[in-house]
């Protein structure tokens, strides 16, 4: 089992950068694969970033690709988002994911825990 639980969401403008970090519980946190998605008004959640168990293998969604950095610290239980460039497309409630598997996965359905959400609102 595990807890996920978003943080540093906020109202910022565009051109700007925010971090969200994401913290689990459990002790089993470096044997799963790690994701970032994101539900915008009126629109289905989305992938937006993977990340594998140790780290060393990312993905991005390619409307991301280039502004955006998933990171992992599995002694500290963490993975984080790390967003430059802000569009106000990027409004959305970003939620961390966790799958019980180590690899990458890139679809909403591979993963068994979800977060709370945080809201980014990027103003134009």
């Known amino acids: 089992q595990v807890q996920l639980v978003e943080s540093g969401g906020g109202l910022v403008q565009a051109g700007d950068s925010l971090r969200l970090p994401c913290t689990a519980s459990?002790?089993?946190?470096?044997?799963?694969?790690m994701g970032w998605f994101r539900r915008a008004p009126g629109k289905e959640r989305e992938f937006v970033s993977a990340?594998?168990?140790?780290?060393?293998?990312?993905y991005y969604a390619a409307s991301v690709k280039g502004r955006c950095t998933i990171s992992r610290d599995n002694a500290k239980n963490t993975v984080s988002l790390q967003m430059n460039s802000l569009k106000p497309e990027d409004t959305a409630v970003y939620y961390c994911?966790?799958?019980?598997?180590?690899?990458?996965?890139?679809?909403?359905?591979?993963?068994?825990?979800w977060g709370q959400g945080t809201q980014v609102t990027v103003s134009s």
């Open positions: 459990g002790r089993t946190f470096s044997s799963y694969g």
């Open positions: 994911a966790a799958r019980s598997a180590a690899g990458l996965g890139l679809n909403l359905y591979g993963y068994s825990y």
């Open positions: 990340i594998n168990w140790s780290g060393g293998d990312t």
